[in-house]
């Protein structure tokens, strides 16, 4: 009984030690490649910090360099007086306009997807395809479709309307329009097939209900469809939101210096250009970062305050 419990004791600190062992590189990666930075950008966001500064001689600063590496609040007033930072800001708040759009957009094609058509697979995939390709890619494919002079669709409009397009992306008034179809475009696939996964688990008994009280086509669609979707709705709706705030590929690659007027930059467009710059203002765009991630923190609380009721929709 006792070498029992011994062999038992045995073979649960091998399989402990070994849980450790693939824990640990883990928990180590996120210390230092989250954790860390995390913490060390809220120290940054307060100083003048640059690449050049060695971090490990502050202490032998004098009271004078001292002064001047720890700025306080300083970037914090110089970021809100920036009129770059509010046109970036108000530009990233633009472009999440697509993200309403899309979703339309996505739903209407799961309709389509959720029925037995012919080629439907083949459709499906089709939608998919640019959700998996290069976003550089996609994004210089774009550029030369909107290209004043030889592009795709400006030829276009000229043969069907006569019509002289503008060069998209080096107008103020259509480079974030433009920018946002491209997007919106690139994201359909996926959406669509968030919103497909949800159609095929919706209850059937519902319909058969509703089918035999003598519902019609929209009232089921109004009341029992709609309804039921908005848990994934609201899914997409936050990520959409983060990740609308992160972008930053798309006016990069194809608006390199933030469009006319800055018409294009997004946030972290504004941050990047700051923290590997010229300037190389590293401890300004800590500061700038934060600042974005308290708006996305606050509209993030504020949709999971109006977020619908938690409850299990799908069968």
Same mark, same amino acid.
């Given at each position: ?143 030369? %479709? +909107?290209? =004043?002079?030889?592009?795709? $669709? ?5 043969? *069907?309307?006569?019509?002289? &397009?503008? @060069? ?25 097939? %968030? +919103?497909? =996964?949800?159609?095929?688990? $919706? ?5 058969? *209900?509703?089918?035999?009280? &003598?519902? @019609? ?99």
């Amino acid at each position: 009984m006792k070498n029992t419990e011994l062999n038992k004791s045995k073979k649960w600190n091998d399989e402990a030690r070994a849980g450790l062992l693939f824990v640990i590189a883990p928990v180590v990666g996120f210390f230092l490649f989250t954790a860390g930075p995390f913490l060390f950008s809220i120290f940054a966001s307060f100083t003048s910090w640059d690449s050049m500064t060695d971090l490990t001689s502050l202490h032998k600063m004098d009271e004078i360099d001292r002064s001047f590496f720890y700025v306080g609040f300083e970037n914090y007033k110089e970021l809100f007086s920036d009129p770059d930072f509010w046109h970036s800001l108000w530009n990233t708040f633009v472009y999440m306009i697509g993200i309403p759009l899309g979703m339309i957009w996505a739903f209407s094609l799961a309709l389509a997807f959720n029925k037995e058509l012919p080629g439907v697979k083949v459709y499906r995939v089709i939608y998919y395809i640019p959700v998996v390709s290069s976003i550089v890619a996609v994004s210089l494919l774009w550029s030369w %479709l +909107y290209n =004043g002079d030889y592009g795709l $669709l400006n030829q276009f409009l000229n043969w *069907a309307f006569g019509v002289k &397009g503008p @060069n998209w992306l080096q107008n103020e008034h259509t480079v974030k329009p433009a920018i946002m179809l491209m997007c919106v475009w690139r994201g359909v696939g996926n959406t669509a097939l %968030l +919103y497909l =996964g949800g159609l095929q688990n $919706l209850p059937k008994s519902y319909y058969e *209900a509703a089918v035999i009280d &003598g519902a @019609n086509g929209w009232t089921i669609f109004r009341k029992i469809t709609w309804p039921l979707m908005q848990p994934i709705s609201f899914y997409i709706i936050i990520t959409g939101i983060i990740g609308g705030a992160q972008m930053i590929v798309e006016p990069q690659i194809m608006t390199p210096t933030g469009g006319p007027d800055y018409s294009s930059a997004t946030i972290v467009f504004y941050i990047w250009q700051k923290a590997f710059g010229s300037a190389d203002l590293k401890g300004y765009a800590c500061a700038a970062s934060w600042v974005l991630a308290i708006i996305v923190f606050v509209v993030t609380a504020i949709q999971f305050k109006l977020s619908p009721a938690s409850e299990n929709y799908l069968e």
